[in-house]
């Protein structure tokens, strides 16, 4: 399948509107909005918001959205509606169960997901959930995960447009997150485990992390000390240690430098959500209004 940038990114809603005025529900609205970007969803969230001022509310409307998107055909914003309706209930509530085997049902169906996609990688006794896409013809390589507790099948969509953009694509939840979590594998400071390898879960496929992110260690010299055996890129420049936030900038810079990824290429931008100091007046949900944002 031949796509231009235009129109992958064409699959992806831009904006972010203002569903509730409490800002963690609204994040929310909008987030799982964008990866389905129908119109008439965008109308019902609207007024959804007008109805919902607690916990309770929202379990309810959503639910009550995802049963009518799924009797009127419109599968997409029924699956996503029903993760939105247990996305603040305990994991043992009754409604939590039933909800999520539709989400998962149709979200994989509907993205053309098969067996072929889907690997069980070993770890520490227990499995990781990943996805793999390979395009036809491969220009760069990209591993993504999520955030915090998330499910990384929600990011299906992002998944197959970096596809589609020429980028053999693995996604999966790490420890602590989505089916993991639900296997009982915890959330671990040593990240460095699955992202990088070392417990099997990239190098199968033939993901070598060490070649896309230079990334030394506390043995290494310090940002600052300049030697002649320090490592240095092809266009002269010290390599620097590379943490967080800025090892994900790091590692699209070095995939545009290799021409591996186009300025352009295939990838939504990033919406902006909130966070920081929450030093605003608390609301009927018990939240406080927050003032800066990061993407």
């Known amino acids: 399948m031949d796509l231009n940038d235009e129109a992958i990114l064409g699959r992806f809603p831009v904006g972010y509107y203002s569903f509730h005025p409490n800002v963690s529900l609204n994040f929310q609205m909008n987030r799982f909005w964008n990866w389905v970007g129908d119109k008439q969803m965008l109308e019902e969230l609207k007024a959804v918001g007008t109805r919902i001022s607690n916990y309770d509310d929202w379990a309810r ?7 009518s998107s799924l009797a009127a055909g419109r599968r997409l914003p029924a699956a996503y509606y029903a993760k939105m309706a247990i996305f603040f209930l305990d994991p043992s509530d009754a409604r939590v169960k ?12 509907d993205n053309g997901v098969t067996s072929q996609n889907h690997h069980l990688v070993p770890y520490q006794g227990k499995h990781l959930s990943a996805y793999r896409f390979t395009p036809p013809v491969v220009r760069g390589k990209i591993v993504v995960f999520g955030g915090y507790d998330s499910y990384i099948v929600e990011w299906l ?26 296997a009982g594998i915890p959330m671990t400071p040593d990240w460095h485990l699955p992202v990088a390898g070392d417990c099997g879960s990239l190098r199968p496929f033939g993901f070598h992390p060490d070649r896309f992110l230079p990334r030394w260690r506390s043995s290494h010299p310090r940002r600052g000390s300049r030697t002649k055996d320090q490592p240095r890129d092809r266009n002269g420049h010290l390599h620097q240690p590379v943490r967080g936030r800025d090892e994900g900038v790091h590692c699209f810079r070095a995939l545009r430098h290799r021409g591996e990824l186009r300025p352009n290429a295939g990838a939504a931008s990033q919406r902006g959500r909130c966070f920081g100091k929450e030093d605003g007046p608390a609301d009927g949900l018990g939240h406080r209004s927050r003032r800066a944002c990061h993407g």
């Open 61 to 67: 409307e959503m639910s009550e959205l995802s049963d």
């Open 157 to 182: 969509p992002a998944a197959l447009a970096l596809r589609d953009a020429g980028l053999d694509t693995i996604i999966f939840d790490g420890p602590g997150q989505g089916t993991a979590l639900d």
């Open 98 to 109: 039933p909800a999520f085997q539709r989400f998962m049902d149709i979200i994989l169906e």
